[in-house]
C-alpha cells in the first residue's frame, strides 16, 4: 500500500478506479493517492492543501461530458496543467487460485457491467451483481474470500487487491476512452507554463456565456477564426436559473501567453457576458 | 397492466424508468408500452415495426449529452417529431404498510443513491444497496415481500407496482433534467409536420462534420448567423478513427420546409463533408 501524504493526487473512487489508472498516466507510477467519494472532495482536497494535484474525468466518448466537473472547476479555480486519455479496459478479476470454470458470479458497477454485454451472452451460466464501484466490487470479492465469484474492473485494481486477471479486455466496445484533467494550484500552473518546453503544442480550455441572440456564437467564435486558431471542443450548456443564456465551453490549440490568444481573449471578451480560462497544458497524445 | 402491442413506444428500462415518465410527457398517460433492455433495442423496436415510436434520452444536465444515442440516431435514419424534458425526482418507494422508521436498507441505481447523499447523511442508519435500477428496485421490493427495506425511484415506478411514496424527492439537487426524444418513421414526421399548426415554434436538430481546420466551424455557422437562426446548442465530438475531423450535433430555432432553413441548409452543404437532419419537431416547453 503506498502512503498517503499532503503530496498526493487526490482522485474520485476506490484504490484501482479509472482515475487512478489516469493519476499514474499523469503524475508518474509511483505517486501517492488521496482516494475521495465525490468530485468535490477531490477538488476540495486540492483547495485546501491534503493534497498537491486532482485527477478529474471531464469527458467520455459514449457517455459525453461531465458537466458536474466543469461546475467544479468553475467554482474552485483551480487550473489545468495536463490531459490525458484513458481507454476503458474492463478485465475480469478473481482470487489468485480461481479458474474460469468456477465463476458462477460477477460482481460490478452497472455501468461496467452493461458494457461487456457480449461477454456475459456468451457465458450465459454467470450471473451478473450490481455492485458500487468496478475497483470496490474487486476488493469485496477478495476480502471476502468468496470461491465462486469475480469482478470487472481496471488491470490497476486487480494488482492493488493481490487478484488475478482471468480474462482480459471483456468490454464490448473497444472505442471507449475517458479524457482526464490534473489540476494543480495556480501558483504551481504558472511556474510549469513557464518551464515545459516552448515546442510543444498546447491548448487553452475556456468558459464563456453569451446572452442568446441569433448570431452571438458566430461572431464569438470570430475571436479565433481571425486568428487562425483551431478548435478542438466545443459545446453549449443552457444556464442554470437563465432561460436564454448559455455556457460554452471551448478548447483550442494555442499558448495563453502567445500575441495571437492574448489577442483573441481580448476580442472575445467585448462579446461575452462572463469569460474564463479553464488551463493552459500541453496537448495530451 | 397496460397491454403490450404494436401501437407501443419503446423505451429503454424497466416499467416506471424515468424514460417511461418521458413517454407520459410526450405520448400520452394512456400510451401503451414497450420496456428494451437496451437503448439500441428501443430503435430497433421501431424499424422493425414492433412500436409505433421510441423515446430517449438524448441529454442530463449534470452527465451531459448521451453519445450513444446520438450514434443510433444516425444509423437508424429513424426522425425526431417531438421532445420532452423531465425533471429527475428522486421518490423513497417501500409497501404499502411499511413506515419510514422500519426502513432499515434502500435498494436503487447506484447514480440514483450518490444523487441522495443528503437524506442518506441525515438517515445514517439506513444502509443503501446498489441494484441494476431504479424502477426494477422498486419492483424487487415489492416481490420479495421484503420488511425492512424501501427503494428510490420516480413516483411512476409506486404507482406501476403498487407501493407508497415515503418520502418525495429526496435527491440532493433539484437542477437534475434529461431531455428526450420522440422518434417515429419516416413517414409519420412528414405528415406530422404538415398536420401540427404552423405557428408553434419549431427546433430542427442536425449532424455534420467538418475537416479540422481552423475557422472551419465558424465559416459552417456562417450559414446559420446570415439567415439569422438561432442555435439553442451545439456539441463537437472527434469523428471515430479519424483523429482529425469532427462531428458536431447542433439544434437550432426553426422549421425545415421554411425559406431561411432551406437555404442555410444548401449553404452548410457547401462546407460540411457530410450532412444530416435528425429531425424538425415543435420546440418542448
Same mark, same amino acid.
Given at each position: 500500500?503506498?502512503?498517503?501524504?499532503a503530496?498526493?493526487i487526490?482522485f474520485q473512487?476506490e484504490?484501482?478506479?479509472?482515475?487512478?489508472v489516469?493519476?499514474?498516466?499523469?503524475?508518474?507510477?509511483? $505517486?501517492p493517492v488521496?482516494p475521495?467519494? *465525490? +468530485?468535490e472532495d477531490?477538488?476540495r482536497?486540492?483547495?485546501e492543501? @491534503?493534497?498537491?494535484g &486532482?485527477v478529474?474525468?471531464?469527458?467520455?466518448?459514449?457517455?459525453?461530458?461531465?458537466?458536474?466537473?466543469?461546475?467544479?472547476?468553475?467554482?474552485?479555480?483551480?487550473?489545468?496543467?495536463s490531459?490525458?486519455?484513458?481507454?476503458?479496459?474492463?478485465?475480469l478479476?478473481?482470487p489468485e487460485k480461481?479458474?474460469?470454470?468456477q465463476?458462477?458470479?460477477?460482481?460490478?458497477h452497472?455501468?461496467?457491467?452493461?458494457?461487456?454485454?457480449?461477454f456475459?451472452q456468451k457465458n450465459?451460466q454467470?450471473?451478473?451483481i450490481p455492485?458500487y464501484?468496478t475497483a470496490?466490487?474487486?476488493?469485496?470479492?477478495?476480502?471476502e474470500?468468496l470461491?465462486d465469484?469475480?469482478?470487472?474492473?481496471?488491470?490497476?485494481?486487480?494488482?492493488?487487491?493481490?487478484?488475478?486477471?482471468?480474462r482480459?479486455?471483456?468490454e $464490448?466496445?473497444?472505442q471507449n476512452?475517458? *479524457? +482526464?484533467?490534473l489540476?494543480?494550484?495556480a501558483?504551481?500552473?504558472? @511556474?510549469?507554463?513557464? &518551464?515545459?518546453?516552448?515546442?510543444?503544442?498546447w491548448?487553452?480550455?475556456?468558459v464563456?456565456s453569451?446572452?442568446?441572440?441569433?448570431?452571438?456564437?458566430f461572431r464569438?467564435?470570430s475571436?479565433?477564426?481571425l486568428r487562425d486558431?483551431?478548435?478542438?471542443k466545443i459545446e453549449s450548456?443552457p444556464?442554470?436559473g437563465?432561460?436564454?443564456?448559455y455556457?460554452f465551453?471551448v478548447d483550442?490549440?494555442g499558448?495563453l501567453d502567445?500575441?495571437?490568444?492574448?489577442?483573441?481573449?481580448?476580442h472575445l471578451?467585448e462579446l461575452?457576458?462572463?469569460?474564463r480560462?479553464?488551463?493552459c497544458?500541453?496537448k495530451?497524445a
Open positions: 500500500m503506498r502512503r498517503i501524504s503530496r498526493s487526490a473512487g484504490r484501482g478506479a479509472f482515475s487512478e489516469a493519476v499514474r498516466q499523469l503524475a508518474g507510477e509511483d $505517486s488521496l475521495c467519494p *465525490r +468530485f477531490v477538488f482536497s486540492l483547495a492543501g @491534503r493534497a498537491i &486532482a478529474v474525468p471531464i469527458e467520455n466518448t459514449l457517455a459525453g461530458s461531465v458537466h458536474e466537473n466543469y461546475d467544479h472547476l468553475l467554482s474552485f479555480e483551480l487550473p489545468i496543467v490531459e490525458t486519455s484513458v481507454r476503458i479496459v474492463h478485465n478479476i478473481a480461481l479458474h474460469f470454470s465463476i458462477k458470479r460477477v460482481f460490478s452497472p455501468v461496467a457491467l452493461n458494457q461487456c454485454l457480449d456475459f450465459p454467470i450471473e451478473r455492485f464501484d470496490g466490487s474487486v476488493k469485496m470479492v477478495m476480502e474470500g470461491t465469484a469475480a469482478a470487472i474492473a481496471s488491470s490497476v485494481a486487480s494488482e492493488i487487491y493481490g487478484a488475478r486477471i482471468l482480459r479486455s471483456i $464490448s466496445d473497444r476512452f475517458t *479524457r +482526464f484533467f489540476l494543480r494550484t501558483a504551481y500552473a504558472r @511556474r510549469h507554463r513557464a &518551464a515545459v518546453k516552448a515546442n510543444t503544442p491548448k487553452t480550455s475556456l464563456f453569451l446572452h442568446n441572440q441569433a448570431g452571438a456564437l464569438a467564435l475571436a479565433f477564426a486558431l483551431s478548435l478542438t450548456r444556464l442554470r437563465k432561460p436564454w443564456e455556457l465551453y483550442f490549440l499558448h502567445s500575441p495571437q490568444v492574448r489577442n483573441a481573449l481580448g471578451r461575452a457576458d462572463f469569460q480560462v479553464l488551463g497544458y500541453p495530451g
